[in-house]
C-alpha cells in the first residue's frame, strides 16, 4: 500500500517502546566462525537464553539455556558427541533437549523424564540464525536473502553493534534518513527528501533523495569530485525483523537485528561497497581496506547513532508517560509494524493457550468420566 511522504506532527504512542518481538522469524545471533565444532555458544534472543552448540562434525544445535534438573544454564557444560552434557551432574541432552544420559543412574534404571526445549538452527552467510518462534513455522521462513554475498564485485564489510535501547529505538535510527544532520562531520548525506512509502504486512519501504559532498563522498564513489554536489536516490526497508537500505548500486546495508530484551539490542551489518578496482588489485587490498572503512568510517558514524539511541532510551526510562512528537510518516509506519508484529504474535500465543486450555479441559472430564464409571462399576472388596 502506498502511503503519503507528507511530514507531518503527530504524537508518538509510546507503546512501541513497551512491546516484544514477533519469535515467528529467523534471528542473527553470531558469527558462525566463532563457534568451533566441540564448543558452545551462549546467546540470548528477547530474554530467552540459548545455549547454541556444534558438534565435532560441524552439526548444530540449539537447546534453551537451562538444565532442567536444577536449571544450570547449559553453556556451561560440554559437548558429548552429538549431546550436550550439563557441567553440574553431567547429565546428557540431545538436539532435541531430551535427556538421554545420566552418568551415575545404575543401568537397570528409567531415565528421568527430562526435557529441555530445542530451537531451530542454520548457518547462513557466515552467520548463526536461530528461530525462537513456533518450530512448526521455521521451515516456511528463511533468513534476508543476501545477494551481495560472495561476490567478487562486492567489497564486503562487516560492522557489530551492541546498543542499550529497546529495539524499536534502533530501528526509528535506520528508518530515518533525515537524521544526516548528526553525521555532518563526517560529511554524510544532506538535504534529504522523502520521496515514496510503501507499506506491506511485513515491510516498510521508503524512497529518499539524498545528497553528497566532500572527499569521503568521493573515496566511497558516492561522487567523482570532492567538490561538487551529487544527489542520489536511497531505498530503505525495514523486513522485520531486519533492514535492507541500498544507494543506487553503489552501496547496499544489510543490518540484522537481534532484539536482546528490552533496553538491549545487538546488531550484525553488513556493508557492501561497488568495486571499482581491477579484481586483481582489489584481492591483496581488501583486508587492508576492510579495515579501514570499518574503522575510520563506519564505526564512526555507529559511534554518533549509538550516542543518541542510547540517550534516547534513557530519557524515555526517565520518563515513560512523556509525549514525542515525530513528523516522519516513514517513522510511524514502521512503529506501526513493530506493534502489529507483536500483537499478531500475542494473539496466536493466546489463541493456542485457549485451544490447549479446551483440550486439558477435554481430556479431565473424559477422565472423569472414566473414573466415575469405574467407581459405578467398583465391587466392595469382601
Ligand atoms: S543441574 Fe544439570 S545435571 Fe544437575
Ligand atoms: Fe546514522
Not at 280 to 291: D, E, G, M
Request: net charge neutral; proline share 7%.
Amino acid at each position: 500500500m502506498e502511503l503519503a511522504t507528507t511530514l507531518t506532527s503527530q504524537t508518538v504512542q509510546n507503546v512501541v517502546r513497551e512491546v516484544g518481538i514477533n519469535p515467528d522469524y529467523w534471528y542473527a545471533v553470531g558469527w558462525a566462525n566463532e563457534l568451533k565444532p566441540g564448543k558452545i555458544m551462549p546467546v540470548e534472543i528477547w530474554q530467552q537464553k540459548i545455549a547454541v552448540y556444534r558438534e565435532a562434525n560441524g552439526q548444530l544445535h540449539a537447546l534453551e539455556d537451562f538444565c532442567p534438573h536444577k536449571g544450570i544454564p547449559l553453556h556451561k557444560g560440554k559437548v558429548h558427541g552429538c549431546n550436550l552434557a550439563c557441567a553440574y551432574h553431567g547429565w546428557e541432552f540431545d538436539g532435541n533437549g531430551k535427556c538421554v544420559s545420566v552418568p551415575y543412574l545404575p543401568e537397570t534404571q528409567k531415565l528421568p523424564r527430562a526435557q529441555t526445549r530445542s530451537y531451530p538452527v542454520q548457518e547462513k552467510y557466515d552467520l548463526l540464525w536461530v528461530f525462537p518462534g513456533d518450530p512448526d513455522v521455521a521451515a516456511t521462513k528463511q533468513p534476508p536473502e543476501i545477494k551481495e554475498f560472495g561476490s567478487p564485485n562486492w567489497l564486503m564489510v562487516p560492522v557489530p553493534a551492541c546498543i542499550k535501547a529497546h529495539f524499536s529505538i534502533c530501528n526509528d535510527n535506520s528508518m530515518d534518513v533525515f537524521h544526516g544532520f548528526l553525521h555532518e562531520k563526517l560529511q554524510g548525506w544532506f538535504d534529504p527528501v522523502l520521496l515514496s512509502l510503501g507499506e506491506t504486512e511485513a515491510t516498510v519501504s521508503a524512497e529518499y533523495q539524498v545528497s553528497y559532498k566532500g572527499q569521503m563522498a568521493k573515496f566511497l564513489g558516492l561522487s567523482d569530485r570532492a567538490d561538487s554536489v551529487t544527489t542520489l536516490p536511497v531505498t530503505t526497508e525495514y523486513r522485520y525483523p531486519n533492514f535492507y537500505s541500498s544507494l543506487q548500486g553503489i552501496s547496499t546495508l544489510y543490518l540484522m537485528r537481534l532484539p536482546v530484551g528490552p533496553t538491549e539490542t545487538r546488531s550484525i551489518a553488513y556493508f557492501f561497497f561497488k568495486v571499482r578496482l581491477p579484481k586483481w588489485i582489489l584481492r591483496p587490498l581488501k583486508p587492508l581496506l576492510q579495515t579501514l572503512l570499518q574503522r575510520f568510517v563506519l564505526l564512526k558514524f555507529l559511534a554518533q547513532d549509538i550516542e543518541m539511541v542510547e540517550s534516547e532510551q534513557r530519557n524515555y526510562m526517565a520518563n515513560p508517560n512523556r509525549r514525542y512528537v515525530e513528523i516522519n510518516p516513514a517513522i510511524f509506519a514502521i512503529q506501526r509494524l513493530i506493534v502489529r508484529q507483536y500483537e499478531q504474535f500475542m494473539q496466536k500465543s493466546s489463541q493456542s493457550r485457549f485451544q490447549r486450555n479446551q483440550e486439558s479441559e477435554k481430556s479431565i472430564s473424559k477422565s472423569c468420566a472414566a473414573n466415575h464409571d469405574e467407581f459405578n462399576q467398583a465391587k466392595p472388596i469382601g
